[in-house]
Protein backbone atom coordinates (compact mmCIF):
# COMPACT_ATOMS: atom_id res chain seq x y z
CA UNK A 1 0.00 0.00 0.00
CA UNK A 2 1.22 3.48 -0.99
CA UNK A 3 1.71 6.21 1.74
CA UNK A 4 0.07 9.68 2.05
CA UNK A 5 1.50 12.36 -0.42
CA UNK A 6 0.99 16.24 -0.31
CA UNK A 7 1.36 18.07 -3.38
CA UNK A 8 3.51 21.02 -4.10
CA UNK A 9 6.20 20.45 -1.40
CA UNK A 10 6.99 24.12 -1.54
CA UNK A 11 4.61 27.34 -2.78
CA UNK A 12 5.21 30.97 -2.34
CA UNK A 13 2.12 32.76 -2.66
CA UNK A 14 1.56 36.67 -2.11
CA UNK A 15 -1.09 38.42 0.32
CA UNK A 16 -4.65 38.18 -0.99
CA UNK A 17 -4.00 35.65 -3.90
CA UNK A 18 -5.75 31.82 -3.61
CA UNK A 19 -4.26 28.26 -3.11
CA UNK A 20 -5.09 24.75 -3.40
CA UNK A 21 -2.96 22.35 -2.00
CA UNK A 22 -3.63 18.41 -2.67
CA UNK A 23 -3.85 15.43 -0.49
CA UNK A 24 -3.62 12.08 -1.48
CA UNK A 25 -4.60 9.57 1.01
CA UNK A 26 -4.02 5.68 2.03
CA UNK A 27 -5.80 3.39 -0.51
CA UNK A 28 -8.93 2.63 1.46
CA UNK A 29 -8.72 5.15 4.05
CA UNK A 30 -12.41 6.93 4.08
CA UNK A 31 -11.28 10.19 6.36
CA UNK A 32 -9.31 13.48 6.14
CA UNK A 33 -7.89 15.75 8.27
CA UNK A 34 -5.79 18.61 7.76
CA UNK A 35 -3.70 20.53 10.17
CA UNK A 36 -2.05 23.89 9.97
CA UNK A 37 1.62 23.98 11.61
CA UNK A 38 3.45 27.08 12.63
CA UNK A 39 7.01 27.15 12.93
CA UNK A 40 8.22 25.67 16.45
CA UNK A 41 4.50 24.79 17.35
CA UNK A 42 2.44 21.57 17.21
CA UNK A 43 0.41 21.03 14.32
CA UNK A 44 -3.56 22.64 14.26
CA UNK A 45 -6.76 21.34 13.27
CA UNK A 46 -8.03 22.43 10.93
CA UNK A 47 -10.48 20.21 9.71
CA UNK A 48 -12.23 16.84 8.72
CA UNK A 49 -13.62 15.20 5.95
CA UNK A 50 -15.41 11.98 6.03
CA UNK A 51 -16.93 10.89 2.73
CA UNK A 52 -16.79 13.78 0.77
CA UNK A 53 -18.27 15.69 3.62
CA UNK A 54 -17.03 18.28 6.68
CA UNK A 55 -17.34 16.39 9.68
CA UNK A 56 -15.11 18.49 12.33
CA UNK A 57 -13.52 21.70 12.35
CA UNK A 58 -11.00 23.61 14.52
CA UNK A 59 -10.95 27.00 15.12
CA UNK A 60 -10.48 28.50 11.62
CA UNK A 61 -12.43 31.05 9.39
CA UNK A 62 -14.37 30.01 6.15
CA UNK A 63 -11.44 30.98 3.92
CA UNK A 64 -10.56 27.45 4.59
CA UNK A 65 -12.38 24.74 2.69
CA UNK A 66 -11.50 21.40 1.93
CA UNK A 67 -12.99 18.97 -0.72
CA UNK A 68 -12.44 15.07 -0.81
CA UNK A 69 -13.07 13.17 -3.63
CA UNK A 70 -13.84 9.35 -3.89
CA UNK A 71 -10.68 8.24 -5.30
CA UNK A 72 -8.83 9.10 -1.94
CA UNK A 73 -7.57 13.04 -3.09
CA UNK A 74 -8.52 15.61 -1.26
CA UNK A 75 -7.43 19.35 -1.38
CA UNK A 76 -7.15 22.07 0.50
CA UNK A 77 -8.34 25.99 -0.04
CA UNK A 78 -7.21 28.87 1.31
CA UNK A 79 -8.88 32.11 -0.24
CA UNK A 80 -7.62 35.94 0.74
CA UNK A 81 -4.40 34.73 2.15
CA UNK A 82 -2.55 36.96 5.05
CA UNK A 83 0.76 36.65 5.89
CA UNK A 84 0.01 34.55 8.91
CA UNK A 85 -1.50 31.70 7.10
CA UNK A 86 2.51 30.78 6.25
CA UNK A 87 3.04 27.32 7.83
CA UNK A 88 3.39 23.96 7.04
CA UNK A 89 0.17 22.03 6.37
CA UNK A 90 -0.55 18.29 6.68
CA UNK A 91 -3.04 16.35 5.83
CA UNK A 92 -3.38 12.94 7.81
CA UNK A 93 -5.85 9.64 6.64
CA UNK A 94 -7.44 7.19 8.86
CA UNK A 95 -10.23 4.83 8.61
CA UNK A 96 -13.68 6.02 10.44
CA UNK A 97 -13.70 3.75 13.31
CA UNK A 98 -13.57 4.07 17.25
CA UNK A 99 -12.43 7.59 17.53
CA UNK A 100 -9.84 7.07 20.04
CA UNK A 101 -7.90 3.75 18.09
CA UNK A 102 -7.72 5.03 14.44
CA UNK A 103 -4.11 5.79 13.79
CA UNK A 104 -3.69 8.59 11.52
CA UNK A 105 -1.45 8.19 8.76
CA UNK A 106 0.65 11.46 7.99
CA UNK A 107 1.98 13.33 4.74
CA UNK A 108 4.75 14.86 4.70
CA UNK A 109 3.15 18.23 4.60
CA UNK A 110 3.46 21.27 1.59
CA UNK A 111 5.08 24.27 3.03
CA UNK A 112 3.15 28.01 2.29
CA UNK A 113 4.87 31.22 2.37
CA UNK A 114 3.00 34.54 2.06
CA UNK A 115 4.85 37.37 1.29
CA UNK B 1 -10.33 18.52 26.06
CA UNK B 2 -7.82 17.10 28.37
CA UNK B 3 -4.74 19.15 28.65
CA UNK B 4 -1.22 17.34 28.59
CA UNK B 5 1.82 18.55 29.84
CA UNK B 6 5.28 17.82 28.59
CA UNK B 7 8.47 18.93 28.88
CA UNK B 8 10.20 21.19 26.30
CA UNK B 9 13.37 19.10 25.61
CA UNK B 10 15.62 16.23 26.62
CA UNK B 11 18.63 14.76 25.70
CA UNK B 12 19.63 11.08 25.22
CA UNK B 13 22.82 9.34 24.65
CA UNK B 14 22.70 6.61 21.97
CA UNK B 15 21.83 3.30 22.63
CA UNK B 16 20.57 4.24 26.40
CA UNK B 17 17.05 3.93 27.53
CA UNK B 18 15.09 7.40 27.31
CA UNK B 19 12.02 8.24 29.24
CA UNK B 20 9.36 10.82 28.10
CA UNK B 21 7.41 12.09 30.69
CA UNK B 22 3.75 13.37 30.39
CA UNK B 23 1.06 14.74 32.58
CA UNK B 24 -2.50 14.80 32.30
CA UNK B 25 -3.91 15.19 35.67
CA UNK B 26 -7.33 16.17 33.91
CA UNK B 27 -7.87 12.76 32.11
CA UNK B 28 -11.23 11.06 31.50
CA UNK B 29 -12.12 7.84 32.32
CA UNK B 30 -12.55 6.93 28.48
CA UNK B 31 -9.59 9.42 27.03
CA UNK B 32 -7.12 7.27 25.50
CA UNK B 33 -3.39 8.35 25.52
CA UNK B 34 -1.70 8.46 22.34
CA UNK B 35 2.28 9.19 20.99
CA UNK B 36 2.94 10.37 17.65
CA UNK B 37 6.33 11.70 16.64
CA UNK B 38 7.70 14.53 14.21
CA UNK B 39 10.86 13.69 12.61
CA UNK B 40 12.78 16.30 10.97
CA UNK B 41 11.18 18.16 7.87
CA UNK B 42 8.88 15.02 7.91
CA UNK B 43 4.90 14.82 8.91
CA UNK B 44 4.18 13.11 12.45
CA UNK B 45 3.82 9.63 12.96
CA UNK B 46 1.98 7.64 15.34
CA UNK B 47 4.27 5.43 18.13
CA UNK B 48 2.11 3.76 20.75
CA UNK B 49 -1.30 4.17 22.25
CA UNK B 50 -2.60 2.72 25.49
CA UNK B 51 -5.83 3.29 28.22
CA UNK B 52 -4.60 1.75 31.95
CA UNK B 53 -2.31 -1.09 30.80
CA UNK B 54 1.23 -0.72 30.22
CA UNK B 55 1.54 -1.32 26.33
CA UNK B 56 4.36 -2.29 23.81
CA UNK B 57 5.09 -2.39 20.60
CA UNK B 58 8.20 -2.82 18.06
CA UNK B 59 8.85 0.76 18.70
CA UNK B 60 8.43 1.87 22.67
CA UNK B 61 6.86 0.71 25.71
CA UNK B 62 3.81 3.19 27.38
CA UNK B 63 3.91 3.22 31.02
CA UNK B 64 0.31 4.25 32.24
CA UNK B 65 0.86 5.65 36.24
CA UNK B 66 -1.91 3.91 38.40
CA UNK B 67 -3.98 7.20 38.56
CA UNK B 68 -4.14 7.89 35.04
CA UNK B 69 -2.67 10.98 35.44
CA UNK B 70 0.69 10.44 33.72
CA UNK B 71 2.59 8.20 31.45
CA UNK B 72 5.96 7.64 30.26
CA UNK B 73 7.09 6.65 26.65
CA UNK B 74 10.16 4.55 26.79
CA UNK B 75 12.65 4.27 24.07
CA UNK B 76 14.52 1.27 25.49
CA UNK B 77 17.70 2.29 22.93
CA UNK B 78 17.77 5.19 21.70
CA UNK B 79 19.21 5.77 18.01
CA UNK B 80 19.84 9.01 16.18
CA UNK B 81 16.92 8.52 14.17
CA UNK B 82 15.04 8.90 16.95
CA UNK B 83 15.72 12.54 17.49
CA UNK B 84 12.00 14.35 16.90
CA UNK B 85 9.58 15.96 18.25
CA UNK B 86 7.30 13.91 20.63
CA UNK B 87 3.62 14.52 21.06
CA UNK B 88 1.31 12.73 24.29
CA UNK B 89 -2.38 13.50 22.89
CA UNK B 90 -5.48 12.36 24.83
CA UNK B 91 -8.30 11.08 22.94
CA UNK B 92 -11.91 10.86 23.94
CA UNK B 93 -13.46 7.37 22.99
CA UNK B 94 -17.12 9.08 22.92
CA UNK B 95 -15.56 12.08 20.58
CA UNK B 96 -17.93 12.69 17.96
CA UNK B 97 -14.97 14.10 15.67
CA UNK B 98 -13.00 11.20 15.24
CA UNK B 99 -10.15 12.91 13.46
CA UNK B 100 -9.26 15.53 15.54
CA UNK B 101 -5.82 14.98 16.92
CA UNK B 102 -4.74 18.18 19.74
CA UNK B 103 -1.19 18.61 19.83
CA UNK B 104 0.19 20.44 22.14
CA UNK B 105 3.70 21.78 22.08
CA UNK B 106 5.74 18.26 22.53
CA UNK B 107 9.15 16.97 23.52
CA UNK B 108 11.93 17.74 21.76
CA UNK B 109 14.69 14.81 21.88
CA UNK B 110 18.19 15.55 21.27
CA UNK B 111 20.42 12.21 20.68
CA UNK B 112 23.90 12.50 21.28
CA UNK B 113 26.39 9.86 19.46
Not at chain 1, 77 to 90: C, H, I, W
Not at chain 2, 74 to 98: P, Q, W
Amino acid sequence: ETGVTQSPTHLIKTRGQQVTLRCSSQSGHNTVSWYQQALGQGPQFIFQYYREEENGRGNFPPRFSGLQFPNYSSELNVNALELDDSALYLCASSELGLAALNEQFFGPGTRLTVL
Amino acid sequence: DAKTTQPNSMESNEEEPVHLPCNHSTISGTDYIHWYRQLPSQGPEYVIHGLTSNVNNRMASLAIAEDRKSSTLILHRATLRDAAVYYCILRGALSSNTGKLIFGQGTTLQVKP
